[in-house]
C-alpha cells in the first residue's frame, strides 16, 4: 500500500490567464510561472469563465492578476467604444472583477501585474485612463510602433511597503501598457510612479497584503529587485495558509 504523500510548505498561487486564443486555447505567459516557481509558490492556473471562482479561491493561498487585453470601459463607466481600447474579452473582465473582490474582502494576498493592478483599481471604485496619449503628449511605456515592451524608471515612495521590499528608490522597470489608473483609490496609497508622472503602483492601507504595479516584473525576475517582490508575496501567502500554519511545530519552552 503507497504511503500518504508528503505534504509541502509552498504556497499555492493562483495566476489568471488571459481568455480563449484564436484556436480554443486559454494562454498563461509562461515567465509569470517561472517567477512564482523561483519565489518558492507552486502556480495554479486560472482560466477566465469559471461560475465559482470562491471555489478556485479557496483551493490557493495567494492570487496574481496578471496582464493581458484591456479591460472593456464599461467596468469603470466610460465608452466602451473608444477607438485605442483593444482585446477586450467579457468573461475574463467578470471573472477576474469576481476573483478581485473576492481577495480584497477576505485579505487573500494578491499581487496586480498591468491590468491587474487597474483591475484591482476599478473594483475599488478608480478609473483608468483609457488611452494614455489622449492624456499625455508623450508615451515611454510601450512601443506604438511594433507594440514592444520598453525600459524606463520608477521611483518608489518612502516608507511604503513596496520601498520597504524591494530596497532602492528607483529601479528600471519594463512596461508594456497603453493604460493607466486616473488617480489612488479609497483605501490604497501611492508607492511608485514613473517620470511623467503616471500612478506606477499602489498597495492597500488595511488588506494584509496587496500590492499593484504597473510594470512587469515576471519579465525581469531573475534581476535582485524584482525578485525581491515575488519572494515578499510567496512568503506573505505561506503566512496567510492555513494549511502551512497548521504545519508550524510548536516550540517548547
Request: net charge negative; proline share 8%.
Amino acid at each position: 500500500m503507497k504511503g500518504t504523500p508528503p505534504l509541502s510548505d509552498r504556497p499555492l498561487i493562483g495566476i489568471t490567464t488571459r481568455n480563449r486564443n484564436d484556436e480554443g486555447n486559454f494562454i498563461a505567459p509562461g515567465r509569470y510561472i517561472d517567477a512564482i516557481r523561483a519565489a518558492g509558490g507552486i502556480p495554479v492556473l486560472f482560466p477566465p469563465g469559471e461560475s465559482e471562482p470562491q471555489v478556485l479561491l479557496s483551493l490557493v493561498d495567494g492570487l496574481v492578476l496578471t496582464g493581458g487585453g484591456d479591460l472593456c470601459p464599461s467596468t469603470y463607466g466610460e465608452d466602451p467604444e473608444h477607438p485605442k481600447v483593444r482585446y477586450v474579452n467579457s468573461e475574463r473582465d467578470r471573472f477576474e472583477v469576481a476573483l478581485a473582490e473576492a481577495v480584497m474582502m477576505q485579505g487573500i494576498p494578491v499581487l496586480g501585474i498591468c491590468r491587474g493592478m487597474q483591475l484591482l483599481n476599478v473594483v475599488s471604485g478608480g478609473k483608468l485612463i483609457p488611452h494614455i496619449p489622449d492624456v499625455y503628449d508623450e508615451l515611454d511605456h510601450f512601443n506604438p510602433e511594433d507594440r514592444k515592451p520598453i525600459r524606463h524608471k520608477v521611483s518608489l515612495l518612502n516608507s511604503t511597503r513596496l520601498q520597504q521590499i524591494i530596497g532602492a528608490q528607483e529601479i528600471s522597470v519594463v512596461s508594456w501598457h497603453h493604460q493607466a489608473i486616473c488617480d489612488v483609490p479609497a483605501g490604497w496609497r501611492l508607492s511608485a510612479c514613473s517620470t511623467d508622472e503616471l500612478i506606477e503602483a499602489i498597495e492597500h492601507e488595511t488588506h494584509p497584503w496587496a500590492v499593484a504595479v504597473q510594470w512587469h516584473p515576471e519579465f525581469t525576475f531573475e534581476e535582485a529587485e524584482h525578485f525581491r517582490l515575488f519572494q515578499a508575496f510567496v512568503q506573505a501567502a505561506r503566512q496567510f495558509s492555513p494549511r502551512l500554519m497548521s504545519q508550524v511545530t510548536p516550540q517548547v519552552a
